[in-house]
């Protein structure tokens, strides 16, 4: 409704409220402090917050929206100190694996397995309540690990380095498949946006041996090609790409998808509408029929 000075004096309020949510309101409380033209005190609203323990992403002000705050004094020291404190944060950041197993799991049995990899900024506890199916519960070990590439408070990313990533999720499969009985001949990958674009990467560069990949929203890599393509097909490697009818990569996307139509590398592409980069509503579903498309006949 654009009730931004409403909405300043709300944040104003909440800052002291809920001082387990600083992060958050003071980052809101600074977006509409600018729309409302009040630059200095933005900035001042953000050293506040780093005065209390938080920090702010990497790519949190990088949008021209943020460009009249930028030039002020107190932003330079600001940015300076926001740094030193994001920079000692990812110097302590450690790559994590979370396993979960399947419903009537018995050790005495082979399972497959589903890497599920969280997206950019993302992090593990909120990405696994949003990438899961029947499927994955009730017949897969899943293995969400975490990157430890810091970019904000609680988020992670793949893709500030991918040659760290692709080493990071391979220690992680072959932490799996020495602690849980996995079925190596049935090896799915997947995930959400730079989550996305690591699952290319491993699949396309035979990083550890995967059956096929499911991916979401993701950007294309620099190393995509129709060569790696066609040596994925050669493998028997099959993909479902899904994207989102609002996603600023649907170009990117099509493009991959048309490089596998001409390959002739068995894939299915599916943008779901009136979504932007996000998760659908029917994700669950979407995982249970690109497995099953992708372990048909093995």
Same mark, same amino acid.
């Given at each position: ?17 809920? !001082? ?86 018995? !050790?005495?049995?082979?399972? !497959? ?83 996305? /674009? ?15 990949? /499911? ?19 050669? =493998?028997?490697? =099959? ?9 600023? =990569? ?29 998760? !659908? ?18």
């Amino acid at each position: 409704q654009k009730n931004y000075k409403e909405a300043s004096e709300i944040l104003t309020c909440a800052l002291e409220q809920f !001082p387990d949510h600083v992060h958050a309101n003071s980052y809101n409380l600074a977006f509409m402090l600018v729309h409302l033209k009040e630059f200095e005190k933005c900035v001042e609203v953000l050293n506040n917050a780093l005065d209390q323990g938080v920090w702010f992403g990497k790519y949190d002000f990088l949008a021209e929206f943020w460009d009249p705050i930028k030039d002020l004094e107190n932003y330079e020291e600001f940015s300076r100190r926001n740094e030193e404190q994001r920079k000692e944060a990812g110097a302590s950041a450690k790559p994590e694996l979370f396993v979960f197993k399947p419903a009537n799991f018995t !050790p005495d049995k082979k399972y !497959p397995l589903f890497i599920a990899l969280h997206g950019g900024g993302g992090n593990v506890e909120e990405f696994k309540n949003n990438w899961f199916s029947e499927k994955m519960k009730s017949e897969f070990i899943s293995a969400y690990p975490q990157s430890s590439q810091l970019v904000t408070m609680n988020g992670y990313n793949w893709t500030e380095d991918i040659e760290l990533s692709k080493k990071e999720i391979h220690e992680a499969y072959l932490k799996v498949i020495k602690e849980y009985p996995v079925d190596i001949d049935r090896v799915v990958i997947g995930g959400f946006s730079s989550g996305g /674009v690591a699952a290319l990467e491993v699949t396309l560069n035979n990083i550890f041996p995967v059956r096929g990949f /499911v991916i979401l929203c993701p950007a294309k890599p620099d190393g995509f090609s129709g060569e790696k393509i066609k040596a994925a097909k050669n =493998r028997g490697i =099959r993909g479902v790409l899904l994207t989102t009818e609002m996603d600023n =990569r649907l170009d990117a996307q099509k493009e991959m998808a048309e490089i596998m139509e001409n390959t002739g590398f068995l894939h299915q592409f599916f943008i779901t509408p009136n979504i932007g980069h996000w998760f !659908p509503e029917n994700m669950d579903k979407k995982i249970d029929d690109a497995i099953e498309f992708i372990l048909k006949n093995i």
